[in-house]
């Protein structure tokens, strides 16, 4: 045979094959646990944390319907829906709204899988009250995201579709759909994903970011195997969404009187086009006091719009080094959510990714920037998870948020070829050392974290008002699942529930800063997150050690920050808009220019 | 191929007369002291004699006289050079050789005798000891034309080009007007890159008479710098000469051509062609095997894919002990992502050929690629361990470390390699990488800038390091090195997207802003070479030229 290009020889090129074609390589900077003689014959310690599924106990039966068991033939069957964790009914205790979907096939009228809403009854269980409060909905649901967009105290739902999005406005626990009415249902023809409600332009009244993912007709798509974006690993899956035409991020402002006007344009939303957009998280990421959105894209770059305060947006995302990964590549984003890792004062965003790849952790260097220090913090150690719903929570008060991630893979037949990943998945649980590093300590991290499922949509809330954080999984094909940390740390916890009078009713973008001995936690009240999910919007604050919250700082979106001091520690306060100390008054009020 | 020697004997004959006068005058002075005087007469004149008769041409005659003279003179190195000659001319080698080798242990500066010397060993194919004798030639007479033409032949045999065509350009010698000769002026040119020489020769070439094999040989130079029209002609006029079923190998030769011209679905056709001629001529399967594996990789080239692999594996079933055919196999199955089919067919492959190195690391690739990361890291230490002179299981064995999250192991790794086998680019590059990877990014640096020492044309290490200078913070550094990084791989869009952050930092909105608006380009289509890593079959001979090579010592 001719040598000329023997493989024998090794040709610079083929070492570059060899060397190159390359997914990303994960590192874990930390060096496994060794044990010290000592320990082999002390007592184990306690773990940290133990969470239990108590989903089925606690009443939430219902599985997630969504398209095919053993194979899925289009993209649409593959994604999942998200989960909302919201007091629909002020009773204080926060309750669970499940969305459901659907098949390719159909169902009989009364046969039809339906969303689901969970009243929490105080006492660990949870009854369906889906009926009775008017959310029986089929379709292929999506994403969820609350707010009170009409201001009169009640929490409405928006919820995403492949075809048109509904608006439950929410009466006193009951919901009517009035998405056609307000403008909001969209086209009929586009996905929706992500959502979440944000004033923009901080005239009081809550606006509304949809994101959109594919332009999908089911009349015109490929098949299995069809194309190059029809295969993975050599296996026919479905096909997508690399082949298939991006979709376009919608923005509606809210008018005031119930119903929404479609600025995406004037806003310059549509500037970026033709991503593959998940998830939305609302961050002001430059603490200039105006909201900026964050949108995890699959496949294309990510998305970071930047509020001009005009009324206009502009994607910096490239700029800032959020679209991509270290590496400069685009990654399969599917979830985001935002906190303050490292404790530095700014707001950080972690988001998970397909396979062979990591999650991506941004660091905010509070330049406009954001560093990828995925694997400096050890959280490029598992590339194969595909990763959905994720939240950052203080699951041990300590004062540092953790992590938490679902996972599971979007080709059933991944099981059958063994090509490194598998269907169902394990979740995983990173404990935040405090020093901008994490531990993986999901194997001892009790049955409900390593347990496997198709997990999607996650969200996280305080459901017994204990401080406990709990963790609510919408699973494909199984009842969702409802994560109780049995351990109690000792740690102390403080969480607000804002409402805003001049500013929107729940404070959505409302900052909040904790003084706490030396260090000073932030967060935001926020809408979205997650994998097209709706968390608690009380935010949560561990406080470790400390009893009490020494200052409290509120700067809410109409402008006014105020100070409330030393509120005791476990305990939910209410922060009212006007009833603390001002630090500094409102500014000028009314919309922003545009 | 090698020519005979072209230089007559009596140009030698006449060189030997013209450096007579060198012969140390001392040298005959004392052997004539040591030989009475009536004695050393008659030694004298039947050397005259000798000379005389080879000047005639009357070797037999030559041969006596000088016979008689160096009996009587033994230490006469003039007489053993022309005893030589004589030797040399009645195709007596070894006599002839071991007489230019005591003239030249009388005489080590009897710069004739080395010539003859050399020019004996080269038409005797004795490269090694002709080179020798003639660099010693030309030491000793930096003007001997001669000296300085068998040298440069000897070194186009040798395929020592650099130095060939230097001494032939020292030599006065015209170029004999040679087919063979100028056969082997084209190959060496284009392995130089000298590609304007190359393509004078070649054109030459195609004006002359050519042997098949001939034709073949240059059709394949023709190719190699790209005139791809004229190399396809002369097989295209080869093949027309030839019935089909007589000389089948010209129409394998014709697909290939068509093959290495980028004219791939042409080239799979006629390799079907050819496959279909050997079937109605009654040939053995075994002979398909070239073709089945050129139709293979024409498939594969043209994205036929699916008969790409059936192709390919009908080349190694035939063929199972041929290493190169489960490569080019599993090379297209790893191509098309059908990892677990890839994995088989190495196993298949090893086990007809479990020594293959090729193979083995093959196995590491195909099970790194489909995310079985023990067995990869298995195969590619195994290597590691069998003490593998080369670098690239090192490099498959760091990638699994890396996969695996363990990147202070994978840098380890690299480091042992290093002291095994030397500092490369590869080693460097990845140690940067692995350095990264474990949070050192001081010593990452350091690693990448080796790499960019080792290979500063390398887009890939100045990226690297501008990433990780970019990580620390050192902004203006990472610009320097993101900007050469495009500007050896213009459209690299990770640069761009880097350098975008990196202006940003640096508060240079309006350059940040320049690189975000090329950022989401796709990236523009790689052009890589038609083959790639491909094993491609060789090109056909005549049965004739196969036994000519076949009887070279």
Same mark, same amino acid.
């Given at each position: ?153 009640? %929490? ?16 006193? +626990? ?15 023809? /586009? ?48 096909? +997508?969404? #690399? ?11 809210? #008018? ?67 679209? =991509? ?184 973008? @409302? ?40 200052? &409290? ?10 100070? =409330? ?30 | ?6 230089? *007559? ?13 060198? &012969? ?44 008689? /003279? %160096? ?11 022309? #005893? ?45 000891? @002709? ?44 170029? *004999? ?32 008479? $050519? ?11 023709? $190719? ?43 080239? /799979? ?101 489909? +995310? ?182």
């Amino acid at each position: 045979m001719n040598r000329q290009r023997s493989s024998l020889h090794m040709s610079a090129r083929k070492q570059w094959a060899i060397g190159l074609a390359i997914l990303l390589m994960p590192a874990s900077g930390l060096a496994p646990a060794q044990e010290s003689a000592n320990s082999q014959k002390a007592k184990p310690p306690l773990p940290m944390v133990q969470f239990i599924d108590i989903g089925e106990k606690a009443g939430l039966t219902a599985p997630t319907i969504f398209g095919g068991v053993d194979t899925k033939k289009y993209i649409l069957e593959t994604t999942g829906s998200g989960v909302a964790i919201f007091d629909y009914d002020n009773d204080g205790w926060p309750d669970i709204f499940i969305v459901n979907g659907t098949t390719l096939e159909g169902f009989p009228p009364e046969k039809a899988p339906t969303n689901h809403l969970y009243h929490n009854n105080h006492d660990g269980t949870f009854t369906d009250v889906t009926v009775q409060t008017g959310l029986v909905a089929t379709g292929w649901g999506q994403g969820v995201c609350v707010g009170d967009y009409d201001n009169d105290g009640w %929490e409405d739902l928006y919820v995403t579709y492949y075809g048109k999005n509904r608006l439950y406005h929410n009466d006193h +626990g009951v919901f009517t759909d009035v998405a056609g009415k307000a403008g909001v249902a969209g086209s009929g023809k /586009a996905w929706g994903t992500g959502c979440a409600f944000v004033d923009y332009n901080r005239d009081g009244h809550l606006d509304l970011l949809v994101a959109n993912y594919v332009d999908f007709n089911l009349r015109t798509v490929p098949t299995p195997g069809e194309g190059t974006s029809c295969n993975w690993k050599g296996i026919p899956v479905m096909c +997508g969404p #690399r082949g298939l035409q991006g979709s376009k991020n919608i923005l509606y402002e809210n #008018r005031g009187d119930g119903t929404f006007t479609d600025v995406t344009t004037k806003a310059h939303i549509d500037r970026t086009n033709g991503h593959f957009a998940f998830s939305v998280s609302t961050l002001d990421f430059d603490d200039d006091g105006w909201p900026d959105i964050y949108v995890a894209s699959d496949s294309t770059p990510s998305i970071l719009y930047h509020n001009n305060h005009d009324g206009t947006f502009t994607d910096v995302a490239v700029m800032a080094g959020v679209a =991509f990964n270290e590496d400069g590549r685009e990654q399969a984003g599917m979830g985001a959510t935002v906190a303050d890792y490292n404790g530095d004062g700014r707001l950080d965003i972690f988001k998970t990714n397909f396979s062979d790849d990591t999650p991506t952790l941004y660091r905010n260097d509070g330049d406009g920037v954001f560093s990828d220090v995925t694997y400096a913090a050890g959280l490029g150690s598992h590339l194969q998870y595909l990763g959905w719903g994720t939240m950052f929570l203080d699951f041990d008060n300590d004062g540092w948020p953790d992590l938490i991630l679902a996972n599971g893979h979007v080709y059933p037949e991944v099981d059958k070829y063994h090509l490194g990943s598998s269907y169902r998945e394990p979740r995983l649980l990173y404990h935040n050392n405090g020093n901008g590093t994490f531990n993986d300590i999901s194997t001892n991290a009790g049955p409900g974290i390593n347990a496997t499922s198709s997990a999607r949509g996650l969200a996280v809330g305080d459901l017994w008002n204990d401080g406990q954080l709990s963790v609510v999984i919408n699973n494909v094909y199984a009842p969702p699942s409802l994560l109780r940390n049995t351990v109690r740390s000792g740690n102390h916890w403080i969480a607000f529930k804002t409402v805003g009078t001049r500013s929107n009713r729940d404070g959505i973008g @409302a900052k909040i800063s904790v003084k706490n001995g030396q260090r000073t936690l932030v967060d935001e009240v926020r809408s979205g997150s997650s994998y097209i999910s709706q968390n608690d919007l009380r935010v949560h604050f561990g406080l470790g050690a400390a009893t009490k919250a020494e200052s &409290v700082q509120v700067r809410w979106p109409s402008g006014l920050v105020e100070r =409330f001091d030393n509120l005791p520690g476990d305990t939910l306060q209410t922060l009212k808009e006007g009833s603390g100390k001002i630090v500094t008054p409102n500014k000028v009020l009314g919309k922003g220019k545009g | 191929m090698k020519d005979n020697p072209q230089v *007559p004997g009596v140009v030698v004959l006449l060189m030997a007369g013209l450096f007579l006068p060198r &012969v140390s005058q001392c040298q005959v002075a004392a052997d004539h002291q040591r030989v009475p005087h009536h004695s050393a007469n008659a030694q004298s004149e039947a050397f005259q004699r000798g000379l005389s008769a080879l000047k005639e041409n009357r070797t037999d005659a030559a041969l006596v006289e000088l016979t008689a /003279a %160096e009996r009587g003179e033994p230490d006469d190195p003039r007489i053993h050079n022309f #005893r030589g000659i004589v030797l040399a001319r009645l195709g007596q080698s070894t006599e002839a050789a071991a007489e230019y080798r005591e003239a030249v242990r009388l005489d080590p500066r009897m710069e004739d005798a080395y010539r003859n010397l050399g020019f004996l060993e080269w038409t005797d194919h004795k490269l090694e000891l @002709a080179h020798e004798a003639l660099v010693r030639a030309v030491e000793l007479s930096p003007t001997d034309s001669f000296a300085h033409y068998y040298l440069g032949r000897v070194q186009l045999d040798r395929q020592v080009y650099s130095e060939a065509f230097r001494e032939l350009e020292l030599s006065d010698v015209p170029w *004999p007007a040679e087919p063979g000769f100028l056969v082997q002026a084209a190959a060496g040119y284009v392995a130089l890159g000298r590609q304007d020489e190359a393509r004078k020769r070649l054109h030459q070439l195609v004006t002359l008479s $050519l042997l098949d094999a001939q034709s073949v040989r240059v059709a394949s130079l023709l $190719l190699a710098i790209h005139e791809d029209e004229a190399a396809i002609g002369l097989v295209q006029k080869l093949r027309d000469r030839h019935a089909a079923e007589l000389a089948p190998w010209a129409q394998f030769d014709l697909a290939l051509a068509t093959l290495l011209a980028g004219r791939c679905a042409e080239a /799979a056709e006629q390799a079907e062609n050819y496959i279909n001629v050997l079937h109605l001529s009654g040939s053995e399967s075994t002979q398909m095997i070239p073709a089945w594996s050129l139709a293979g990789i024409a498939y594969a080239r043209f994205g036929q894919g699916d008969r790409a692999v059936e192709a390919l594996r009908h080349a190694a079933e035939l063929a199972p002990y041929q290493e190169e055919h489960w490569l080019n196999l599993t090379r297209e199955l790893m191509e098309l992502s059908r990892y677990s089919e890839a994995i088989s067919a190495v196993q298949e492959g090893l086990a007809a050929n479990p020594k293959s190195y090729a193979l083995h690391l093959r196995l590491g690739a195909a099970n790194l690629s489909a +995310g079985h990361y023990a067995e990869a890291e298995a195969a590619f230490r195994r290597l590691v361990e069998a003490g593998d002179p080369l670098l690239t299981s090192y490099i498959g064995l760091a990638q699994v470390l890396l996969r695996t999250g363990r990147a202070e192991e994978a840098a380890a790794e690299l480091s042992a390699a290093q002291h095994k086998l030397g500092a490369t680019f590869l080693i460097s590059y990845f140690q940067g990488l692995s350095l990264e990877r474990a949070g050192k990014r001081p010593q990452a640096i350091t690693a990448l800038h080796e790499a960019k020492r080792l290979n500063p044309s390398s887009a890939e290490a100045r990226l690297e390091l501008g990433k990780t200078e970019l990580a620390i913070g050192r902004v203006q550094e990472a610009i320097v090195e993101l900007e050469e990084a495009l500007r050896l791989s213009p459209g690299n869009v990770q640069a761009g997207r880097l350098l975008s952050q990196a202006y940003q930092r640096a508060g240079d909105v309006q350059r940040a802003a320049k690189y975000a608006d090329t950022a989401t380009e796709a990236p523009p289509a790689a052009e890589g070479d038609v083959l790639g890593d491909f094993v491609l079959p060789d090109w056909q001979m005549p049965e004739e030229s196969k036994k000519a090579e076949a009887s070279k010592p």
